[in-house]
């Protein structure tokens, strides 16, 4: 592997990328109203037996000419998210029904901890494939799986941040 100044190539591709800014799409999000979650849906990452890697990439039409660097996915119950360029953001536009009041969007930025929060319009929905149970999408380092149930998992660079979201339970870290 090559190295410039003692440090592997992918190395400083990585740190290189995780400086780009995203599409129009991010400053969308951010004008959105964070808010905290209550102490009982938010804990310090939660143990995971394996993460999102166990499962396969899932097949189908997830990106749009529209959204260019964004990768977007539904659940089958109707949930949809998406994971932003670089993976730099990433959501949903919902929130488990223990969330807290006048939230609709699970979301992650940038290296802050997900939040659930407000906002007056969806920012991750669109009309692409629902990803399946059991498959999981990535964009950049960031990945999201469907598991068991109908929840969304996702997770940023080893698993520093993320969140599990189900029609009736959320967990943030």
């Known amino acids: 592997m090559r190295a410039i100044w003692g440090v592997p190539v992918l190395a400083v591709t990585a740190v290189l990328l995780a400086g780009c800014g995203g599409s129009d799409r991010d400053s969308d999000a951010t004008d959105s109203t964070a808010i905290e979650a209550s102490a009982e849906a938010s804990v310090a990452r939660p ?4 993460g999102v890697d166990k499962y396969p990439l899932g097949e189908g039409n997830y990106v749009l000419e529209s959204d260019p660097g964004w990768i977007h996915f539904r659940t ?9 360029p670089v993976g730099r953001i990433v959501g949903c536009d919902a ?3 223990d969330a807290p009041a006048g939230t609709n969007q699970t979301a992650i930025e940038g290296n802050r901890p997900a939040v659930y929060r407000k906002s ?5 929905t669109r009309a692409v494939d629902v990803l399946p149970e059991g498959h999981r999408l990535t964009n950049g380092a960031t990945r999201c799986a ?11 660079v080893g698993g520093a941040h993320g969140f599990v979201v189900s029609p009736s339970r ?3 870290w």
């Open 170 to 172: 959320g967990v943030l």
């Open 76 to 84: 089958a119950s109707g949930i949809s998210c998406g994971i932003g």
């Open 47 to 50: 143990d995971r037996d394996p």
């Open 146 to 156: 469907v598991s068991a149930g109908e929840t969304v998992t996702c997770e940023t």
């Open 120 to 124: 007056d319009t969806p920012t991750f």
């Open 95 to 97: 929130v488990p029904s």
